[in-house]
């Protein structure tokens, strides 16, 4: 569970998120439940939600404790006039080990645990992209108009390191 400033709260870890992100809702919710905070003050930063224009109204911003488990992590968190699911930024999320982002985060390679594991669980190991015995149904709510996003950018900095390791994959 997901403490901030002594308080369980849910949060959806995005790491395309810059800012902890609460709202007014779950921030009231917070100071009944006797949030610890180390301060708390006005801001006059401006927050967009994804492929939106409008800046969100901004309320405040506060600084805690989050808490997972045994790690810490001291992190501003952005309180916001619109009703939205509370959002751990990619940088809070990696500090807590919620979010680990890189090369071969989730893979296994040969040597003794891929005997182990590909013993243990034969049917993931053989073929490939395919699913047995599952049925999957997809929801589809047709009075959303689908909309289509561009990619996101690659940080100007990043740009060369990234070309490097494509032509490595090459």
């Not at 989730?106 to 047995?132: H, T």
Request: aromatic share 8%.
């Amino acid at each position: 569970m997901f403490e901030v400033g002594g308080v369980t709260v849910k949060f959806i870890v995005d790491s395309g998120c810059d800012t902890n992100i609460i709202g007014e809702s779950v921030w009231r919710d917070l100071k009944k439940s006797k949030i610890k905070c180390l301060s708390n003050r006005k801001t006059t930063k401006r927050i967009y939600a994804y492929a939106s224009d409008k800046p969100l109204k901004v309320l405040g911003v506060f600084t805690a404790v989050g808490r997972v488990g045994d790690r810490e992590s001291v992190d501003e968190y952005t309180v916001v006039q619109h009703q939205v699911e509370p959002l751990l930024s990619k940088r809070t999320s990696i500090n807590l080990g919620l979010l680990k982002i890189g090369y071969n985060v989730n893979s296994v390679v040969g040597g003794q645990d891929y005997e182990i594991m590909s013993s243990k669980y034969p049917g993931i190991f053989n073929g490939v992209g395919v699913m047995k015995d599952k049925e999957v149904k997809l929801t589809i709510d047709k009075s959303v108009t689908p909309v289509c996003q561009s990619y996101r950018r690659v940080p100007y900095g990043l740009r060369e390191k990234v070309e490097e390791k494509a032509e490595d994959k090459l």
